[in-house]
């Protein structure tokens, strides 16, 4: 064959596989614009993604050797594009697997340089994700595909020279393919590439533009936050991503009760209802974001429901799951991954927000509750009362006299000493006890003590001012009110790593219409102002699940408990 000959097949050789590769490029191009191919843009992809990539790459390869153009008995194609592309765009494991099964593909249709062919392809497979594991090429990823397009093509070409039989026949196909494989396969390389490098940096600026969108919340919402997570904090919270957001509704929770729903849906999602959709559930159970790209998957319970897919992201604050943002859509599969991830990005900012509104409302607890202890100490009725008491026994029993001035100071004078935010059990005990017996003097036989404290709790530290105002509470709102008093059991228990303590009294009760609404803070009046900073400050020390307990019958009695963990880290002042 002469060289005119040969330069005018290898054009339209050129040609007619550029023509192919044209091909290839709309399906990249279209691939690019889909779900499935967006796992390319992930960091780290699981197994099963890495099986869709395989799957995906394979076939643009296969296809590649279908699209080869027959010549003296052997085809001219660009198969080498696809198993080059998965290496440099998925890695080493991707990039071998496309290459071994494209290349045993090409072997199995046979040919005498079917071998020679395969075993390239699958060589260019290792060689592409190699450079994608350990090489970092100062040059762009185009250009390092069409060094390794352009290496394998004449790796192919020299196999078939040195094994394909006859030689002749070898050198033929040689040179007239060579130039067209070459230059087909670095051009359909390099616009793959940049297919893919332009769907990324689309996806990199939609990402700016959430994380944009996520501060710009985050900014919003941190006045409202503050409050802790309430209704009405969740309502403006809720309000602000609705607004800022396309989505169709949006929801906070707590553990429990749905805390507000802005949005479609609210007939049904109502505030105030205790969570059921499966999904909501789900998230609480497992402790992380559950997603629903289907109606089914939510699991409401309304068949017209209009929210059709989800997301909901566990909150916490201070590691405790304390609720979850819901962040529903009107159409379903409407999720993709930079949707998750911006609300998961929510979710971790709120729960930052929630940790430091805790932290000042424990700053701000600290402060009242110290107040509020200075002010107890110097409690004019209670001053007035006791010295009262001390007055009429100075005639009739002066040791007794004597001995309650000597209670009254060292109240007064543990009071005063008590800056510090935490104490020991013992300490706390001796002054509950200062407190009583100053009440017992009053009150004579009408106030019964009773002790049951374990002597492992007494060295164990606990907030300060946490027992008195409960017991204060019993004395005062408990047994007051009956004629005949009653009595007041204080118990201190080990429990696993927490320590148990109860204060129990058989006084009137607490209404049972009011005992939950009593420990809410800033709602509680006469009864309930003790009770309330008592429980507001363990929660904020300690975490929601730290909250005082209360059993309470009316006309029967009233028990308060709490829990202190024991290897939890204290500062003590002072």
Same mark, same amino acid.
């Given at each position: 064959?002469?060289? *005119?000959?040969?330069?005018?097949?290898?054009?339209?050789?050129?040609?007619?596989?550029?023509?192919?590769?044209?091909?290839?490029?709309?399906?990249?191009?279209?691939?690019?614009?889909?779900?499935?191919?967006?796992?390319?843009? &992930?960091?780290?992809?699981?197994?099963?993604?890495?099986?869709?990539?395989?799957?995906?790459?394979?076939?643009?390869?296969?296809?590649?050797?279908?699209?080869?153009? /027959?010549?003296?008995?052997?085809?001219?194609?660009?198969?080498?594009?696809?198993?080059?592309?998965?290496?440099?765009?998925?890695?080493?494991?991707?990039?071998?697997?496309?290459?071994?099964?494209?290349?045993?593909?090409?072997?199995?249709?046979?040919?005498?340089?079917?071998?020679?062919?395969?075993?390239?392809?699958?060589?260019?497979?290792?060689?592409?994700?190699?450079?994608?594991?350990?090489?970092? /090429?100062?040059?762009?990823?185009?250009?390092?595909?069409?060094?390794?397009?352009?290496?394998?093509?004449?790796?192919?070409?020299?196999?078939?020279?040195?094994?394909?039989?006859?030689?002749?026949?070898?050198? *033929?196909?040689?040179?007239?393919?060579?130039?067209?494989?070459?230059?087909?396969?670095?051009? !359909?390389?390099?616009?793959?590439?940049?297919?893919?490098?332009?769907?990324?940096?689309?996806?990199?600026?939609?990402?700016?533009?959430?994380?944009?969108?996520? #501060?710009? =919340?985050?900014?919003?919402?941190?006045?409202?936050?503050?409050?802790?997570?309430?209704?009405?904090?969740?309502?403006?919270?809720?309000?602000?991503?609705?607004?800022?957001? *396309?989505?169709?509704?949006?929801?906070?929770?707590?553990?429990?009760?749905?805390?507000?729903?802005?949005?479609?849906?609210?007939?049904?999602?109502?505030?105030?209802?205790?969570?059921?959709? &499966?999904?909501?559930?789900?998230?609480?159970?497992?402790?992380?974001?559950?997603?629903?790209?289907?109606?089914?998957?939510?699991?409401?319970?309304?068949?017209?429901?209009?929210?059709?897919?989800?997301?909901?992201?566990?909150?916490?604050?201070?590691?405790?799951?304390?609720?979850?943002?819901?962040?529903?859509?009107?159409?379903?599969?409407?999720?993709?991954?930079?949707?998750?991830?911006?609300?998961?990005?929510?979710?971790?900012?709120?729960?930052?927000?929630?940790?430091?509104?805790? #932290?000042?409302?424990?700053?701000?607890?600290?402060?009242?509750?110290?107040? &509020?202890?200075?002010?107890?100490?110097?409690?004019?009725?209670?001053?007035?009362?006791?010295?009262?008491?001390?007055?009429?026994?100075?005639?009739?029993?002066?040791?007794?006299?004597?001995?309650?001035?000597?209670?009254?100071?060292?109240?007064?004078?543990?009071?005063?000493?008590?800056?510090?935010?935490?104490?020991?059990?013992?300490?706390?005990?001796?002054?509950?006890?200062?407190?009583?017996?100053?009440?017992?003097?009053?009150?004579?036989?009408?106030?019964?003590?009773?002790?049951?404290?374990? /002597?492992?709790?007494?060295?164990?530290? =606990?907030?300060?001012?946490?027992?008195?105002?409960?017991?204060?509470?019993?004395?005062?709102?408990?047994?007051?009110?009956?004629?005949?008093?009653?009595?007041? &059991?204080?118990?201190?228990?080990?429990?696993?790593?927490?320590?148990?303590?109860?204060?129990?009294?058989?006084?009137? !009760?607490?209404?049972?219409?009011?005992?939950?609404?009593?420990?809410?803070?800033?709602?509680?009046?006469?009864?309930?102002?003790?009770?309330?900073?008592?429980?507001?400050?363990?929660?904020? =020390?300690?975490?929601?699940?730290?909250?005082?307990?209360?059993?309470?019958?009316?006309?029967?009695?009233?028990?308060?408990?709490?829990?202190?963990?024991?290897?939890?880290?204290?500062?003590?002042?002072?």
């Amino acid at each position: 064959m002469g060289n *005119s000959t040969i330069e005018i097949v290898e054009v339209h050789l050129s040609i007619v596989l550029v023509q192919r590769i044209a091909i290839i490029a709309v399906f990249a191009y279209v691939l690019s614009h889909t779900r499935a191919f967006r796992l390319l843009f &992930k960091e780290t992809t699981t197994g099963r993604e890495k099986l869709a990539l395989i799957f995906i790459f394979s076939l643009i390869s296969i296809a590649g050797t279908y699209f080869g153009i /027959p010549i003296e008995g052997a085809l001219a194609n660009v198969r080498d594009t696809g198993a080059i592309a998965a290496g440099l765009l998925a890695g080493p494991l991707v990039g071998t697997a496309t290459g071994v099964i494209s290349g045993l593909h090409r072997i199995y249709l046979g040919g005498f340089t079917a071998v020679q062919c395969g075993i390239a392809t699958i060589i260019g497979g290792v060689i592409a994700g190699y450079v994608h594991m350990r090489i970092k /090429p100062k040059t762009s990823e185009w250009i390092t595909g069409v060094i390794i397009g352009v290496s394998v093509i004449m790796l192919s070409m020299g196999l078939i020279l040195v094994f394909a039989k006859p030689y002749e026949a070898a050198w *033929s196909l040689v040179s007239l393919v060579a130039v067209p494989m070459s230059l087909a396969n670095a051009i !359909g390389i390099a616009v793959f590439m940049i297919i893919i490098h332009n769907a990324k940096e689309h996806q990199t600026q939609i990402a700016a533009l959430q994380t944009h969108k996520a #501060l710009k =919340i985050a900014n919003a919402t941190l006045p409202h936050f503050r409050q802790g997570l309430n209704p009405i904090s969740a309502e403006k919270v809720a309000a602000n991503i609705l607004t800022m957001t *396309s989505a169709a509704a949006v929801a906070i929770t707590d553990l429990e009760r749905v805390l507000t729903h802005i949005g479609r849906g609210s007939d049904h999602h109502a505030q105030g209802m205790r969570v059921f959709t &499966k999904l909501t559930k789900a998230c609480l159970a497992q402790q992380q974001v559950t997603v629903a790209q289907t109606q089914a998957e939510i699991g409401c319970t309304e068949p017209a429901c209009p929210l059709k897919s989800a997301i909901v992201v566990p909150l916490y604050c201070r590691d405790e799951l304390v609720g979850t943002l819901k962040i529903y859509y009107a159409r379903e599969e409407a999720l993709t991954a930079l949707d998750i991830e911006f609300a998961q990005g929510l979710g971790q900012v709120f729960g930052t927000q929630l940790e430091l509104a805790a #932290l000042q409302h424990k700053a701000e607890l600290t402060a009242k509750a110290e107040l &509020k202890a200075l002010r107890a100490q110097i409690n004019p009725h209670f001053l007035f009362n006791s010295l009262n008491t001390i007055v009429s026994f100075c005639r009739t029993n002066p040791e007794n006299a004597r001995n309650l001035l000597i209670e009254l100071s060292e109240f007064f004078r543990r009071s005063l000493k008590t800056a510090r935010d935490f104490v020991t059990l013992k300490e706390e005990l001796e002054h509950v006890d200062s407190y009583l017996t100053l009440e017992q003097a009053r009150f004579g036989s009408r106030l019964t003590i009773e002790h049951a404290i374990d /002597p492992d709790t007494l060295d164990i530290f =606990i907030p300060a001012f946490t027992l008195q105002p409960l017991v204060e509470n019993a004395v005062k709102h408990g047994l007051l009110a009956k004629v005949d008093g009653g009595t007041i &059991k204080i118990l201190a228990q080990i429990i696993g790593r927490q320590v148990e303590i109860s204060i129990t009294d058989n006084g009137q !009760g607490i209404p049972a219409t009011i005992q939950k609404q009593i420990l809410e803070y800033g709602f509680g009046k006469g009864a309930g102002v003790g009770l309330t900073n008592v429980n507001e400050r363990l929660k904020a =020390i300690y975490g929601p699940k730290h909250a005082l307990a209360i059993d309470s019958v009316e006309g029967q009695g009233t028990t308060v408990l709490l829990h202190i963990p024991i290897d939890m880290e204290v500062v003590v002042n002072g």
